[in-house]
């Protein structure tokens, strides 16, 4: 069966305090790996797709890589606006052509000034 | 540009009551999705649709039915309310093609009393 899980499900951190959270799949074939930031009372928002082993992407204080069974979304030097729930989705060969997602939990994490 | 636009934000809904939840989208995308949300589940897939005129069940489907009549709309249906059902529901859709992101609603927040 095809799973994500998040872990921590939360996350402390004082501004600057620099840390990662991880996204552990298991797919029949992996397509794609998708990373959401989730505001309190507002739809997930984009970040990063990574489609193989070894790819790194970055936005700002963020850098997600992965590999072949897990993710990391890489947060340097957190400011306070970084606070929110961060998703993890990924996306099977076994999905075909209807483009389903798989969600993890979310980690919420809050940075403290 | 507005996306993905749920309608209503908000709902509150007695047991047995049935109501309709309308996703719209203006990004000409071929796939949609509802999701719900729940503390601790992450986000589930409902039901499902490829295009216009076809729908599929997703990971929880009972209880809900779905229809998508026009490319840009796809409507989530509750026939007969339930408690259980107490969720924020998201809308998503999706251009055709691998690993292209997903956009989402705003959601909408059910409560069932």
């Known amino acids: 069966e095809d799973q994500v899980t998040q872990s921590p499900e939360a996350l402390r951190l004082q501004e600057g305090e620099s840390s990662s959270l991880n996204c552990s799949y298991t797919?029949?074939?992996?397509?794609?790996l998708f990373w959401y930031r989730q505001d309190p009372g507002k739809g997930p928002e984009f970040l990063f797709t990574l489609y193989s082993a070894g790819e790194e992407k970055e936005k700002e204080r963020l850098k997600a890589t992965l590999t072949k069974k897990e993710s990391f979304l890489h947060i340097t030097a957190p400011k306070p606006e970084d606070s929110a729930t961060y998703l993890c989705?990924?996306?099977?060969?076994?999905?075909?052509?209807?483009?389903?997602?798989?969600f993890g939990q979310g980690t919420t994490l809050q940075v403290k000034p | 540009n507005a996306g993905v636009t749920q309608t209503p934000k908000f709902r509150v809904l007695k047991t047995g009551q049935s109501m309709t939840l309308l996703c719209a989208q203006d990004m000409n995308h071929e796939y949609m999705y509802w999701y719900r949300q729940d503390p601790g589940m992450g986000l589930r897939l409902i039901h499902y649709s490829v295009g216009e005129g076809t729908t599929a069940k997703g990971e929880v489907p009972d209880g809900y039915n779905v229809s998508r009549l026009k490319k840009q709309n796809f409507l989530l249906g509750l026939e007969s309310a339930a408690p259980s059902q107490t969720s924020v529901y998201f809308c998503?859709?999706?251009?055709?093609?691998?690993?292209?992101?997903?956009?989402f609603g705003q959601g909408t927040r059910l409560t069932v009393v």
């Open positions: 989705a990924v996306q099977a060969r076994g999905s075909g052509n209807t483009g389903k997602l798989i």
């Open positions: 998503a859709s999706r251009a055709r093609g691998t690993n292209t992101e997903a956009f």
């Open positions: 797919v029949s074939g992996l397509r794609g």
